[in-house]
């Protein structure tokens, strides 16, 4: 059963910390996204990549945020320092140009206290 | 750019009744429309898709969808919606950059009584 695979699940950090999301996607999806899901804002689009090359990020605040795909195997999302307000969901997604839908991740639930 | 208008934030229907679900879309070309299903602490799977053709669109679970052209609407529905069904219903248009990029409306939590 093929699935988006994200990692951790859960994470409670101090402000000032880096944290590090990680994201396995499809075993031959070649797009990557990334979203943040939060109350006031819903479901925003953070970044993502085609074959490993990011195409879009301007949804990414570029001065603590960044994405990288080391591999076509592994998608990162890095806050470095965290911030309260970075509180949300994360979602990790992928795709095909044949599949056309994106297949979602269950998601880190990110608190930072 | 592409957005995604689901004007009903919350939705209450007794189980058995019929089920609407409100979107409407704004894209400057010829859309590709997603109903995604989010249950409490998971990911969003997909309902149904509208890319061409039949504007009536059958989904999973017992879903269907109608593309309105004119209407600028994707609405979701359900003959007869059950316990399960509770849960948040996000509508998408998916802009081509490479690949189909899910734009998400605010999403409609449906909540389901006995």
């Known amino acids: 059963d093929a699935r988006v695979t994200q990692t951790p699940r859960h994470k409670v950090t101090e402000m000032g910390q880096e944290v590090t999301m990680r994201c396995q996607p499809i075993l031959g999806h070649n797009t990557v996204f990334w979203y943040r899901q939060t109350m006031m804002q819903g479901l925003e689009l953070l970044a993502y990549?085609?074959?490993?090359?990011?195409?879009?990020d301007s949804g990414m605040p570029k001065d603590r945020f960044s994405a990288e795909m080391p591999d076509a195997t592994l998608a990162t999302l890095k806050i470095q320092p965290s911030e309260p307000r970075d509180s949300a969901v994360y979602f990790c997604a992928s795709a095909t140009d044949e599949t056309t839908e994106a297949f979602f991740g269950q998601g880190t639930r990110l608190t930072v206290v | 750019a592409q957005s995604v208008t689901q004007p009903d934030i919350h939705i209450t229907v007794s189980e058995g009744a019929s089920l609407e679900l409100r979107c409407n879309y704004s894209?400057?070309?010829?859309?590709?429309l997603f109903w995604y299903v989010q249950s409490p602490g998971q990911g969003l799977q997909l309902l149904l898709k509208y890319f061409s053709g039949d504007t009536l669109v059958q989904g999973i679970k017992g879903f269907e969808a109608e593309f309105k052209r004119s209407q600028s609407s994707f609405n979701l529905r359900k003959p007869s919606v059950h316990w399960s069904d509770a849960a948040e219903y996000f509508c998408?248009?998916?802009?081509?950059?490479?690949?189909?990029?899910?734009?998400f409306g605010r999403g409609t939590s449906l909540i389901v009584h006995p």
């Open positions: 998408a248009v998916g802009a081509w950059g490479g690949s189909y990029i899910p734009t």
């Open positions: 990549f085609r074959n490993r090359a990011p195409l879009d």
């Open positions: 894209y400057g070309a010829t859309p590709y």
